[in-house]
């Protein structure tokens, strides 16, 4: 019974190179969130999609940073030309059906450094 | 003012302690209230979850929520070893999917 899987789990970077972060959801899930966890902060929301939509990208920054999750495939996050601000912990989470209060079930998440 | 405010600590207790976690918000719309457990370099695992004010108790672990004064709360009761870890609560809005996390109270229970 897979959870969520995020690969890969550390990503190394050099500034102005591009990051892909992937996601695959619980087995039956179609609603994918994504969320940044800085250092001693909590988790903030970027993203929420579903299976070829983006519902909600409110908090994505507004460059440099795109999500999609394909018919077929995992959700990626794409970061392009990092800079060391962008380094994070990415968790991906997923819910069965989008239901405002749904559980939300977290990956391990992806470490982004970026040098 | 953040949304959510969290005391990050450290908490460091001895085992078998009573470990207490609060947080306070400031958005009078959140009605869900949840608390997750992150062991380090993992990711958050969902501990208790309380829809609008009320207390909730599973095993040793109870979570309170007073919307009145807009403050929740977490007991770890007999607290042991395997608690270590940093606590996050989270709240969502009755029309709204995003959760809101606080910034996490890292806490260690001692042998």
């Known amino acids: 019974n897979a959870g969520v899987m995020q690969n890969p789990r550390h990503l190394v970077r050099r500034r102005g190179q591009e990051a892909r972060l992937r996601c695959s959801p619980v087995?039956?899930?179609?609603?994918v969130y994504w969320y940044r966890q800085l250092p001693e902060e909590g988790l903030k929301f970027m993203v929420y999609l579903q299976k070829e939509n983006i519902i909600d990208e409110s908090g994505m920054p507004k460059e440099r940073f795109s999500a999609e999750f394909p018919k077929e495939g995992p959700s990626i996050l794409r970061i392009q030309q990092v800079v060391r601000g962008d380094s994070a912990a990415y968790f991906c989470?997923?819910?069965?059906?989008?239901?405002?209060?749904?559980?939300?079930?977290f990956g391990p998440g992806t470490r982004l450094l970026v040098l | 003012q953040k949304e959510v405010e969290q005391d990050p600590g450290p908490l460091s207790v001895p085992e078998g302690a009573i470990v207490s976690l609060n947080c306070t918000y400031s958005n009078s719309a959140f009605q869900y209230f949840m608390w997750y457990r992150q062991y380090s370099r993992k990711g958050p695992e969902l501990l208790m979850y309380?829809?609008?004010?009320g207390n909730k108790e599973d095993g040793r672990f109870t979570a309170q929520v007073d919307k009145s004064s807009k403050y929740i709360s977490l007991f770890i009761r007999d607290s042991q070893p395997s608690d270590s870890a940093t606590y996050l609560c989270?709240?969502?809005?009755?029309?709204?999917?995003?959760?809101?996390f606080g910034a996490g109270t890292t806490v260690t229970v001692r042998a």
């Open positions: 309380t829809y609008s004010s």
């Open positions: 989470a997923s819910s069965p059906r989008g239901a405002v209060g749904e559980t939300q079930y």
């Open positions: 087995k039956g899930h179609s609603h």
């Open positions: 989270a709240m969502s809005a009755n029309d709204d999917y995003k959760l809101s």
